[in-house]
């Protein structure tokens, strides 16, 4: 099982860029009916670490930091194997590695244990 992510890049302030998060066989370890659900976090340096986004991948529900709310989108492919993050009106202080995670079971009791390696955004001013 495992979290892969690509898109990072470095663009201008108001620009965009589209993060992608390959979550491989989660589908297939994920009990039928339980909710499994795919996060988005970034941890700029001397910053705490933020829960950017997240999608229930069985009922589809989203949550955003009010930071991105409005200009960050989160979706999944048909196959919900592949989650996006859609990132609109970047600002310079998007600037931080982005991570994306997953957290199984109802209610996502936790974050600790499904990490990707990370993808760096750049926005610069």
């Known amino acids: 099982v495992q979290l892969v992510e690509s898109g990072g890049g470095l663009v201008q302030t108001g620009g965009s860029l589209r993060l992608s998060c390959a979550a491989s066989?989660?589908?297939?370890?994920?009990?039928?009916?339980?909710?499994?659900?795919i996060a988005w976090f970034r941890q700029a340096p001397g910053k705490a670490r933020e829960r950017v986004s997240c999608l229930s991948m069985r009922d589809g529900v989203t949550y955003y930091a009010d930071s991105v709310m409005g200009r960050f989108i989160i979706s999944s492919d048909s196959t919900r194997s592949t989650v996006f993050l859609q990132m609109d009106s970047l600002k310079p202080e998007d600037t931080a590695p982005y991570y994306c995670?997953?957290?199984?079971?109802?209610?996502?009791?936790?974050?600790?244990?499904?990490w990707g390696q990370g993808t760096q955004v750049t926005v610069s001013s």
């Open positions: 066989r989660f589908t297939s370890i994920v009990p039928s009916g339980a909710d499994h659900g």
């Open positions: 995670a997953a957290a199984l079971g109802n209610g996502w009791p936790t974050w600790d244990d499904y």
